[in-house]
């Protein structure tokens, strides 16, 4: 794969994630849960962003 398609794929990815970051802070959940999600988020960006769309705040 070449540098320009693997810089697209990660501009995709941080977007994905800045945006489930924020979907999380706007969500009506408690302050402690979501700074936990956006903890897992940032620590684990594959496994917290699968969690996230399965288990997280809705």
Do not use: H, N
Not at 22 to 49: D, E, M, N, Y
């Amino acid at each position: 794969m070449g540098i320009e398609i693997t810089g697209i794929l990660g501009l995709v990815w941080l977007l994905i994630i800045i945006w489930a970051i924020i979907r999380t802070a706007q969500s009506p959940a408690g302050p402690v849960v979501k700074v936990l999600w956006i903890l897992i988020l940032l620590f684990l960006p594959l496994l917290g962003l699968i969690a996230w769309l399965l288990l997280g705040p809705k």
